[in-house]
């Protein structure tokens, strides 16, 4: 499940995403607002962007493989409080989770660092039978968009195998708006990511507490060989 308060938010996990889909998992993408305050529209009304912006998660979820629920909050409106972190607990309970990935606790946007309160806080409530009904007990693992400033455990997920998508994800949604950031910025930037972990192309969170292995890991990623 991943949860984020504007469409367009996703495309840093757009290849993680990909990846489970294409592996037989079960991939919800949440947003908890239709974005309908974006600038790029112009003197658009904000009931225009919102049918336009969902017309846009319809299509990046397709391209996933994913499920998708838009959220009825509004845009630069979150708090991360109660009537949110309830709402997503509902559906936590009902889709039931194994993890969840979202925005950082510290970005600068005010919408962003509400979505991971609202997130932190729905992983206790979806516990509630009081709440939701038939709670979600099983653990659950939170992973968020990584910062240097945050001490807490890196996690590299090898995407090679859906960095196409993920490019498509990125192109789509740069041609609407016409970002400076050119697919070959994108790449690169990936290719980067994936050079930290030793594969070609990588997508980076943290969680608030490491991943617990068998054993030690060993050998060359899947796929490569010994040289």
Do not use: N
């Amino acid at each position: 499940m991943a949860v984020f308060a504007h469409p367009d938010d996703e495309i840093g996990a757009s290849g993680t995403l990909a990846l489970h889909a294409r592996r037989g998992d079960r991939v919800l993408l949440v947003w908890m607002t239709r974005g309908e305050l974006a600038s790029q529209f112009g003197e658009a009304s904000p009931e225009e962007v919102a049918r336009v912006r969902e017309e846009h998660g319809a299509h990046v979820a397709g391209l996933l493989g994913a499920e998708y629920r838009f959220l009825p909050f509004r845009d630069t409106f979150l708090t991360g409080g109660r009537e949110e972190a309830l709402a997503l607990a509902r559906l936590m309970a009902d889709f039931r989770p194994q993890a969840v990935l979202t925005w950082d606790p510290l970005d600068v946007h005010p919408d962003h660092r509400a979505t991971y309160q609202a997130v932190l806080s729905a992983l206790k409530l979806c516990r509630i039978p009081k709440l939701v009904g038939e709670a979600h007990r099983e653990p659950v693992r939170l992973y968020h968009y990584p910062r240097r400033d945050l001490l807490r455990p890196l996690v590299h997920v090898d995407v090679t195998e859906t960095e196409e998508v993920a490019e498509a994800v990125f192109a789509f949604y740069q041609a609407f708006y016409r970002w400076p950031v050119t697919l070959e910025d994108f790449r690169a930037r990936r290719r980067l990511r994936g050079q930290e972990a030793g594969v070609a192309f990588a997508e980076a969170f943290q969680t608030e507490t490491p991943p617990v292995w068998p054993g030690l890991p060993g050998g060359p990623p899947p796929g490569r060989g010994r040289g």
